[in-house]
């Protein structure tokens, strides 16, 4: 029974443990999704965090150690945006023509994104930190916290709602895309980095290299335009 | 592989130091990937085999690294339970109208510019 309480200790002081799970869950995720014949609902990342979500809570384990060791895959993401210049300049060709096109298009959808939410919320009489919590939640995660820093929500509720967000967009995106006869790569990429940023862009890569490419280009472009136009569209609303 | 991260950490970190240095209000990744997409626009070729590799890989297991930010769901399910109905609708509704809208007026102006 000692034996066993030293291994616990080891297990929870080590960032071995949560690595491996996550990769764990990593995998697992993946499997589910080839089970469920790649369907667009099939979400590998709701998945992995739904299996991981559930056995912290079961174990009782604290989230900050758990991303103790998660942190080291969580790093990766930094140096995974910068790798979104490859697809981008892979397909420059094809981008260069349709360039304020793109613009025009995400610019325009980024901030409808934030409108639409913003006025459900305040519709349900949400709190005033959850609506400016919402605000963002259609940006990459670390400048969508930076707006909602700024313009008064909780900066890690909405971490959750980006993660959430993105996962509802590369699900249930492609399905509404068909619904509006959206056919154009170009076109659906464009729509789902604009509402689904780097998770949309995952999905978006896997299925076409132009969808991949526009989605990316979509998620720097909206990163750029609500982090300059949000705070101050806010401050004219509600300051 | 290990010159290609060097790269791509380089991009990054001169982003950070950017960003800092000029108070932009944009991630230093952002404008790392922005450094490198014009490094690679300037030396007029297709990108290093290397670097596209790696690139590569990343980017097929991009989904794999949101996972540890999304656990931390598990912080604000108090919160999410208090006011599901309003966050949930603003998700989901939000969200899907955003792509709706933003594929459309994306599929009308490539049809009309050229």
């Known amino acids: 029974m000692n034996e066993l309480g030293e291994i616990w200790v080891y297990l929870a002081r080590e960032p071995l443990a949560a690595l491996t799970a996550t990769l764990l869950a990593w995998l697992a995720a993946l499997r589910l999704q080839a089970a469920c014949a790649r369907h667009p609902l099939a979400n590998p990342v709701l998945f992995a965090v739904a299996i991981l979500a559930a056995v912290l809570l079961l174990a009782g384990i604290d989230y900050r150690s758990y991303f103790e060791g998660a942190q080291f895959v969580h790093f990766l993401l930094g140096p995974a945006t910068v790798a979104l210049a490859v697809p981008l ?48 939640r259609s940006v990459t995660t670390p400048v969508a916290m930076g707006i ?36 154009d790569m170009r076109a659906r990429g464009l729509a789902i980095g604009t509402a689904a940023h780097g998770i949309g862009t995952a999905r978006a890569l896997g299925v076409s290299a132009a969808a991949g490419a526009f989605s990316g280009l979509a998620m720097g472009l909206n990163a750029l335009a609500s982090a300059l136009l949000l705070p101050l569209i806010w401050r004219f609303l509600f300051g | 592989m290990i010159g290609a991260l060097a790269t791509l950490l380089v991009c990054q970190l001169a982003g950070e130091i950017l960003a800092r240095a000029l108070h932009l209000p944009v991630p230093g ?81 490539l049809r009309r510019i050229p």
């Open chain 1, 148 to 183: 909602a820093e700024r313009i008064g929500g909780l900066p890690s509720l909405t971490a959750a709602l980006v993660i959430g967000s993105g996962i509802t967009g590369a699900a249930l995106g492609p399905l509404v895309l068909d619904l509006v006869r959206v056919r």
């Open chain 2, 29 to 109: 990744p952002v404008i790392g990937m922005v450094l490198l997409f014009l490094g690679l626009l300037l030396r007029r070729r297709p990108s290093p085999p290397g670097l596209a590799a790696t690139a590569d890989a990343l980017l097929g297991n991009l989904g794999l690294l949101f996972v540890p930010a999304g656990v931390g769901v598990v912080l604000y399910l108090p919160l999410l339970a208090r006011d599901w109905v309003p966050l949930s609708l603003a998700v989901l509704v939000g969200t899907l109208a955003a792509i709706a809208c933003t594929g459309r007026l994306a599929q009308w102006l």
């Open chain 1, 89 to 136: 300049h892979r397909q420059w060709a094809l981008v260069r023509r349709s360039a304020w096109v793109a613009v025009l298009a995400v610019v325009t959808g980024g901030i409808f994104a934030a409108a639409v939410g913003v006025a459900i919320a305040l519709a349900l009489d949400a709190a005033p930190e959850v609506v400016a919590s919402l605000a963002p």
